[in-house]
Every structure is written in C-alpha cells, then in structure tokens.
C-alpha cells in the first residue's frame, strides 16, 4: 500500500507540470514572416484563375502557370538545404464523362520532399486550384485567396524556414490539383503512397486557414482554428497538433472538431483517411460563404468573391507557425509503441499496462503513460516511465490510456490509445 499511494503522489506531481518546447523549434517559428504569406497569396491571386481546366501553355494565367510558379519557388530554396530538399511534378489524368470536370484534362501535383534521415514521412497537404459557382467556368477571375492561396502560403513558408533543419523523418509538402472537382490530385497521391508502401506518420491537409469573420452572423476572432479528425490514431494526430500548437503559438487556441469534415464538404486529406492513413484536416474556425466559390461581383452592396481583402495575413501566419511546431516535433520523435496490452481479464480497481518499443524514429529515452476520464476529449493526466510496463492505481472502467514514446531531446510521439 505505501508503494501505491507513493507513486499516486508521484503521478499527481508530474501532471502539473508545464510542456517544456524545443529553443530550435521556436527559433525557426520566429523566422515565419507575415509580408512572405501575403507574397506568396498576392501571387497566386495573380494567375487570374487555376481553374481545373483553365489554360496551361499561358505564361501567366490558369492553373499551368501556378504550377510552375510554385516548383520555381520551391527550386530556390533547394541551395539552402544541403541537399535535403527535392521538387518534382506528379502528373495525372482525369475527367470526362463520369465526373465534374466536362473534358479529359492532365493535371500537376507539386511535391516538394526534404528529406530526412529515416523512411518515415509526414504529408502536409494543400491545394492549389480554383474556382467559381459554375463548375466548368475556366476562364472567369477566380482568385482563390483563401480557398487555397492561405493553405498554400502555409506550406510555402514552413518549407522556407525549415529548409536548413535535418530531421529523422521525411516532410512532403504536397500541393495539389483537382481539389475543386472531386479530391483529385490527392485521390491519386494517396493511391501512390499506398502502392509504393510509403511509412506515413501523418498527413496534415491546409485548406481555407485565412479567413476571421462569418458571413450573415458577423462573428470575428482571429484566435481559434480547426482540426476536424475521424476517431482512432487519426483523433490522435488532432489532439498532437492541438497540444504543440497551442505550446508554441500565442493567442491561437485550436479547437478539436470530431468530425472528419464540414457538411457538405470535404477536403483533401479524406483519400487517404480512406486508404487507412492517420488524416486530419486544419481550417480556420469561421467561415464566409459570400467569399468560397463566388464570382467576383458586388451585389447589393455585399463583396462576392475571394480576395486577398479577406484573408487576414496574421491568422495565417499563426496557423503556419503551429504546422511548423507540430510537424518539427513529430519529425524529431520516436514512433508510435506497438503491442499495447492493457490486462482486461483482472477484476481490480488498478490498471497494468504492457507495450513494445517502438520500430522506427530516433532512440526512445522514455514513455508517456496517457490518462483521460471516458467522458473527456483531451489526455488528462500523464506519468513518465522508462519502462515497458506500468501498474496504475486507476480503474480501467473509468479511465481510457494512451502510451506514447519521448526522445532523448524531449520530443514525444503521437499517442497509440489502449483499445
């Protein structure tokens, strides 16, 4: 009895304790520059249009010239990286009858890899394309700042700044096509990964991440986004982006949304949700519909359409800032622990938990034993242990648990619940 009421006071003292954040990681957010993320929006809004099947030969117009442009950005920064980071185009076809898009066309995913020292890898998504309400109108000004050009940004300026950073794992920036018209561009990267056995730890979709104020109710706040995730590993990756972001950035409070998406809606990380990958989607919390997929007009006196007037730079940059901080960490982290074994068959008011070291990522120093009221959403209380077993004075009828693995530097894992 004096071993377990021992280690309860242990275990109440190391809850209350605060997250301690890597000084690198910080450093390389405080690098993320407001005037780069308006740059690089004002220059997509430019292209007039990336409509699906707007033009592609034009030097400066439709959804060619934006590919383009974005594996010339790209291209600049690979001097800086030592080697690590690569651009290439990923071309496919689709459309036709069957489909949204009126004709067969071929389209270009942009996948920028900076290469880290192991195969694992993290996906982070964002699309590129645009569009207006008629469906097949490729020529009409569909300026898409927000819906994506603010996604977009997002991945632009997190692979600037983390361009010189080796990391274990290996982050893909994937900017993709075909959104607009059925999830394409990441139908067929997610089919590419799950044919040529890609180890991914998480994918990461940035869509629609600028805009602070709701159309008809004229709600306004620039300090709360979404992630939307589906139950499992998936709500896991959730509350990871939710724990780091709000650690790293201030004023950014990150709201876990238990849906895999808005009604009606979806986004590009849903393909590989599908195929069994762990998937979430960020978003901004408020969103205005006289702007998403709207001809350009004035009507009324309401403003239709999405320009960079209603992008709100700032709350940009803080959803940037939180990828960085998220992806960093879990790039620097062990993997997930295997084998998690909790001793169901006991009838007893303690808890004995078993698991195996995990089989990739960086040396594990230590584990996080996770521990939440079965009515709660967030991990509640957390135990350090170095080993690979633990008895806990909490009944498993009242609690769920969560290992997850801490490296050597303190970075942790995604959390492999107890089923």
């Known amino acids: 009895m004096?071993?377990?009421?021992?280690?309860?006071?242990?275990?109440s003292f190391s809850i209350g304790t605060v997250a301690q954040t890597d000084k690198n990681i910080r450093r390389t957010i405080s690098q993320i520059a407001s005037e780069n993320i308006e740059s690089y929006i004002h220059t997509l809004v430019g292209f007039h249009t990336r409509h699906n099947l707007s033009t592609q030969t034009d030097p400066n117009k439709g959804i060619g010239a934006a590919a383009r442009w974005l594996h010339r950005e790209i291209s600049g920064w690979i001097p800086l990286s030592d080697g690590r980071l690569s651009?290439?185009?990923?071309?496919?076809k689709t459309g036709g009858p069957g489909t949204r898009l009126e004709r067969q066309v071929e389209l270009?995913?942009?996948?920028?890899v900076l290469k880290g020292t192991t195969d694992r890898k993290i996906l982070v998504l964002a699309h590129y394309d645009s569009r207006v309400n008629d469906n097949n109108d490729s020529t009409s000004f569909a300026p898409g700042a927000n819906d994506n050009g603010s996604g977009v940004a997002c991945l632009l300026e997190s692979?600037?700044?983390m361009v010189d950073t080796p990391m274990d794992a290996t982050v893909i920036f994937?900017?993709?096509?075909?959104?607009?018209h059925g999830l394409l561009g990441a139908a067929a990267m997610a089919e590419k990964a799950l044919e040529e056995n890609w180890n991914v730890v998480a994918v990461i979709n940035y869509d629609m991440i600028g805009n602070t104020e709701s159309s008809g109710t004229g709600h306004r706040d620039n300090s709360g986004n979404r992630v939307f995730s589906a139950e499992g590993m998936s709500r896991e990756l959730a509350r990871y982006i939710k724990e780091t972001g709000e650690a790293y950035?201030?004023?950014?409070?990150?709201?876990?949304n238990f849906r895999t998406d808005r009604y009606g809606r979806g986004g590009d990380h849903l393909p590989f949700l599908s195929k069994g990958f762990t998937a979430v989607r960020v978003s901004e919390?408020?969103?205005?519909?006289?702007?998403?997929?709207?001809?350009?007009?004035?009507?009324e006196g309401i403003h239709y359409g999405d320009l960079l007037t209603g992008v709100d730079v700032e709350y940009v940059r803080k959803s940037t800032a939180m990828n960085v901080a998220a992806v960093m960490n879990l790039a620097k982290a062990p993997g997930i622990p295997t084998r998690v074994v909790m001793n169901a068959r006991e009838l007893s008011n303690y808890t004995k938990l078993t698991w195996d070291t995990p089989e990739d990522g960086p040396s594990v120093a230590g584990y996080y034993v996770l521990l939440r009221k079965t009515d709660q959403p967030l991990w509640e209380k957390k135990v350090y242990v170095e080993d690979n077993s633990i008895t806990l004075p909490y009944s498993k009828d009242n609690y769920f648990f969560g290992i997850c693995a801490v490296g050597s530097e303190g970075h942790r894992g995604l959390v492999r619940p107890v089923e």
């Open 285 to 299: 919390y408020h969103e205005n519909y006289d702007r998403t997929h709207q001809t350009v007009r004035i009507e």
């Open 174 to 180: 994937l900017f993709l096509s075909g959104e607009e």
């Open 249 to 256: 950035v201030d004023n950014l409070t990150v709201h876990l």
């Open 108 to 112: 270009t995913n942009v996948m920028a």
């Open 159 to 161: 692979i600037r700044v």
């Open 2 to 11: 004096k071993y377990f009421l021992s280690f309860f006071l242990t275990v």
């Open 87 to 92: 651009v290439e185009n990923v071309t496919y």
